[in-house]
């Protein structure tokens, strides 16, 4: 980016970050499809097939369907659960295609979809294209993964990055619909409306109602309200504390989900056949290092946001729009490196903020951590797993994101100021370099 490299080796990083993404990302789904792809079409496959959708989270019986329509993968043999039961609506329109034409469409969309965020969020931010362009390619994995599978991500962070934009352009209903229309797929999205009634912007907050209320409206009618009761009772409560299905009986020991529930499992829990060596078998310390390691980081960033709330700081929902976000991804029971791609939006608004504010050194650390994680070499990190003490070197992501989350904070409650802030607000916001810009909410708010 400009404030670190020359134009030149700019644009020759994009490049390279392009080619690695299209030749890892891209020709793969469009060539075969791979893990959880499967699980989208098969959910839509059988709504279009009127079969019963009330035996969605039956495992055993949505497994029988992928082998029937010849989608069984010996990496992720499948499964809806945890989906919210909108989710099967979601690959409907393709669901008459060969499964290989659907995800090479759904790989099409979701190309679009980066290109769309790109200059939308150059827009935003007052950054050039080919800067916005290696930002959101430096996401890596996530764009990559979320390819390959097929996942709904990337369109859903092109909805989140375009609320925002309308809800800058004074567009509040349209930028609350924007948020709220993949709620009931995915929640991230549900944050950010929960922020604009924090700030009591009841029009976008409405906007956001009116989707969620419509989508749901859609899935019960088609799918029957069965299924969705299913959901609520017995499939909700399980996702929300780590268990992705109706069977499952144990927590998940698994790193692949990088998240403070998985990793106090590892440390704490004793399991003789999937830990059996865990750091301490102690299940009461593991809910105490839970409650506690979320309930300060909620408590930090309530306490960031009121304290940007109370100051009257101009442009005060990018960074606490930033902070929610990743905030969310640090209580969540489950993440995975796809569901990077809903970082595009939070950690662009972090670095623009602290730029926007003279303060280089958390803009510049926000920005490493994020390309960080955008290409971990998971592979050398998952063997410590299961190795008492040694299973905190196989969370990098995790504790990537925390420092992120720790440093936001704490730049926020001790800025330090810069007599480069008087000059940034002199700029132009149509020609300014990132380093330069100013966010242009801090006109609006």
Known sequence: MNSFFSRAWTVLMLVGVAGYVFHKGIVPALSGIDADFPGYF????????????????DDDWFREQIRRYGLESEKN????????????????????????????????????????????????LAWSPVDSALFILSSGLAIISGLRFGQPYILISMFCILGYYLYLERKPW?????????????????????????????????????????????????????????????????HLTGRLS?????????????SFDTLFDRLFVFDPALNPRPLLAAPLLRTLSLITAKGSILLAAVATLVKLAREGTAGAAAPSIGILGIALFLIAPATATYTCALLWLPVALLINYFLSQGARMPAYFILGA????????????????????????????????????????????HPRLSGHRDAVRDSVRGGVRIEDAVPPSSARD
């Not at 098969?42 to 989270?57: C, E, F, H, K, S």
């Not at 009634?197 to 409206?217: D, N, P, T, Y």
């Open 246 to 258: 109706l069977q499952d009986r144990t927590v998940p020991f698994t790193a692949v989900y990088q």
């Open 42 to 57: 098969t959910a839509a496959r059988i709504v279009i097939d009127g079969q019963d959708a009330q035996r969605l989270y």
């Open 174 to 238: 349209l930028a609350g619909i924007c948020l709220g229309l993949c709620v009931p797929i995915k929640y991230f999205p549900v944050i950010i409306l929960a922020y604009f009634a924090f700030r009591k912007e009841w029009k976008i907050v409405m906007g956001g109602a009116v989707a969620i209320a419509g989508v749901g409206l859609v899935s019960i009618a088609v799918l029957g309200w069965r299924v969705h009761e299913i959901f609520i009772l017995s499939v909700l409560g399980n």
């Open 370 to 413: 994020y390309a960080i994680i955008g290409f971990i070499p998971y592979n050398y990190a998952y063997p410590f797993e299961g190795h008492g003490g040694l299973s905190l070197l196989a969370y990098p992501r995790l504790f990537l994101l925390f420092s992120m989350f720790v440093g936001c904070v704490y730049f926020i409650a």
């Open 77 to 124: 043999p499948g499964k809806f659960a945890p989906f919210p039961p909108p989710t099967a609506l979601l690959l409907v329109p393709l669901a008459r295609f060969e499964p290989l034409t659907a995800l090479r469409i759904v790989t099409a969309v979701s190309v679009l979809c980066i290109v769309f965020s790109i200059f939308l969020l150059a827009r935003i």
